[in-house]
């Protein structure tokens, strides 16, 4: 209530004006509530089938073993080895896109991968003779010139993996890692493409993780190359809300969002000014991670116990001494984040299927919680429909240090392509704090406009808190935000 009384103090006389004994960042703005949701998204997100993400496992699991090796194998049995697999997801996309007059583009990236390079932590290679490696890949391209440069990709791997990394003939269901982030992938496509977003969608599965990220490194690389304006990945790596009886920490109502602090493409110099300014929790990839925990806000309210899923901020780049996709595309310089189920059990993760001591070991498929899986594609619908409708992030976003009192002054400008109807949303946490807390239009804010530059005074100190800034359109789908820097 409080809090409300002071937002109305804002409104009511000048946000310069704070109302009695309130701290300046709680009295000048109003705790963040969840932005109204878009009928067509909610659409979207009854459209996802748990039957459909199912089977799509089942026959990722059918083709035996996944391991990005096989591509060079002569003897599998027909219909098994990665290559097949690869093939089956490419026909997925295109039925999708028949499904919708051809909106997608189905494209594939392949390469030989050279023998011998380290694997993950300079392990031992893994990667014994040059290697054929394909990513499979559909476009939805943007429907607005202006703001179709702008893409929003999704990706799982579809290479799988046993103890021994080079075994590419035993059984490797991999129902879990990653059949589960494949359908995640397959799933946006197929849910997505139904509908038309003014910036574009790419939707991926790489092979080449479990050898050392090799396939979405050749992606990252060749967007980089191509110069996407790559503005957000979302990563689904074991998504699967792996089941095993008797395990009573999992929980279906979680899913862990891992984002790098420093950027890995950051200079030194960049790392210092970073460092110094306190802001290794603001980096692009960590503000990808908060628009999932919005945008969860709005389409998965915690009400409904079933219904409800919650992103969890990890604020580090991945789980212990492991790794994932976002990280190639980081070191390209891009956004990334990586989703996971919240508690993962290793007897069902890169372990030869067996039983022993009557231990079941194996990524089998009845680990798998499909609904779950759902729950996640539905989250990464949800954020992609909403950042390739949103304008892009504000651009130039300055934060004005000449006089250097308890007012914060910032400067920004609307992003190219942005809609006449562009509105600002400034938001701010406490420096303690891992999610933005408190927010408010920035037009309330004492504002200056000149051409397409924007500056506005906040009577919040800057020393205590860190501010982002939001690009929004008139229905309230907001962009990711963008952290003023002197
Ligand atoms: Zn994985």
């Not at 209530?1 to 109302?19: H, R």
């Not at 051809?102 to 390079?117: F, H, M, N, Q, S």
């Not at 890169?350 to 680990?367: A, M, P, S, T, W």
């Not at 976003?397 to 910032?410: E, F, K, P, Q």
Request: proline share 5%.
């Amino acid at each position: 209530m409080l809090q409300a009384i002071s937002f109305l103090c804002v409104l009511a006389l000048s946000p310069s004006i704070l109302c009695a004994q309130q701290l300046d960042f709680k009295a000048t703005g109003a705790p963040l509530k969840a932005e109204s949701a878009d009928p067509q998204i909610t659409a979207a997100l009854r459209r996802v089938s748990v039957d459909v993400i199912h089977r799509n496992i089942e026959k990722l699991v059918a083709f035996n073993n996944r391991n990005t090796l096989s591509s060079m194998e002569t003897d599998l049995p027909e219909g098994t080895g990665i290559t097949a697999a690869a093939a089956w997801i490419k026909a997925q996309f295109e039925a999708y896109s028949a499904q919708c007059g051809g909106c997608l583009e189905v494209k594939e990236d392949t390469y030989i991968e050279p023998a011998g390079k380290p694997g993950f932590g300079n392990s031992a290679p893994r990667i014994a003779k040059p290697t054929r490696l394909t990513t499979v890949y559909a476009v939805l391209k943007g429907t607005d010139p202006a703001q179709s440069q702008r893409r929003y990709l999704v990706t799982g791997h579809y290479d799988t993996r046993i103890t021994d990394v080079m075994d590419d003939h035993s059984f490797a269901p991999g129902a879990n890692d990653d059949s589960s982030g494949t359908a995640v992938s397959l799933e946006c496509a197929r849910v997505l493409s139904r509908q038309r977003f003014p910036a574009t969608l790419v939707f991926v599965a790489v092979p080449g993780e479990e050898q050392a990220l090799n396939g979405s490194k050749h992606l990252a690389e060749l967007a980089k190359a191509e110069n996407w304006d790559l503005e957000g990945v979302l990563n689904n790596d074991i998504v699967g809300g792996n089941t095993t009886p008797g395990e009573t920490h999992q929980s279906k109502s979680l899913v862990r969002v891992f984002s790098e602090n420093v950027p890995a493409s950051a200079t030194p110099s960049e790392v210092r000014r970073i460092l110094s300014l306190g802001v290794e929790s603001d980096s692009p990839s960590r503000e990808i991670a908060r628009e999932i925990t919005a945008v969860a806000r709005t389409y998965f309210p915690s009400a409904i116990p079933s219904q409800a899923l919650k992103p969890v901020l990890e604020l580090r780049l991945d789980r212990y001494l492991r790794g994932g996709d976002h990280r190639s595309f980081n070191e390209e310089g891009f956004a990334a984040a990586r989703l996971t189920e919240w508690r993962e059990d290793f007897n069902h993760q890169h372990q030869k299927v067996r039983v022993e001591n009557g231990v079941e070991y194996g990524d089998l498929i009845k680990f798998d919680d499909f609904a779950y899986i759902a729950k996640i594609a539905r989250l990464n619908i949800a954020v992609l429909a909403t950042m390739a409708s949103a304008p892009g992030m504000p651009i130039h976003v300055r934060m004005l240090t000449r006089n250097l009192d308890n007012d914060s002054i910032i400067r920004f400008e609307a992003p190219a392509g942005a809609p006449a109807s562009t509105w600002f949303k400034l938001v701010w946490r406490e420096t303690s704090v891992s999610d933005w807390q408190y927010g408010a239009k920035a037009s309330l804010y004492k504002e200056q406009v000149a051409g397409m530059e924007h500056t506005i005074t906040v009577p919040v100190s800057k020393d205590n808190v860190i501010f982002g800034l939001r690009s929004c359109d008139a229905a309230g789908h907001c962009s990711s935000a963008v952290t003023p820097l002197p």
